[in-house]
């Protein structure tokens, strides 16, 4: 069945940074553009950003823009999320997924992993 285990969290002073990753299993990531999304507490998961397949598109939300950035590996079957210059309103749980496509808002899943915690505070 689908697995998406999520890992690199951490905490970190303002300005720091954390790559985040994201080992799928159970599908092949070549099939999908893949996303990064992140709840934060007391508030709905939110979509962060996502890659097309080919990995030629990306998309992200204004808030990360310029900071964040998302790659993804299908031979290793992972994607990634390269967190720079860390403000405390990026603290959440940070989880992954797939999409239909790099423009869908909806994950291509219902299942989703444990996430990440991320807390950006000094």
């Known amino acids: 069945q689908v697995q998406l285990v999520e890992s690199g969290g951490g905490r970190v002073q303002p300005g720091g940074s954390l790559r985040l990753s994201c080992a799928a299993s159970?599908?092949?990531?070549?099939?999908?553009?893949m996303s990064w999304w992140r709840q934060a507490p007391g508030k709905e998961r939110e979509l962060v950003t996502s890659?097309?397949?080919?990995?030629?598109?990306?998309t992200v939300i204004t808030p990360v823009k310029g900071r964040f950035s998302i790659s993804r590996d299908d031979a290793r079957n992972m994607a990634f999320l390269q967190m720079n210059s860390l403000k405390p309103e990026d603290t959440a749980v940070y989880f992954c997924?797939?999409?239909?496509?790099?423009?869908?808002?909806?994950?291509?899943?219902?299942?989703w992993g444990q996430g990440t915690q991320v807390v950006v505070s000094s």
């Open positions: 159970g599908f092949a990531i070549s099939g999908y553009a």
């Open positions: 997924n797939a999409l239909r496509d790099v423009w869908a808002q909806a994950p291509a899943f219902h299942s």
């Open positions: 890659i097309s397949r080919d990995g030629g598109t990306t």
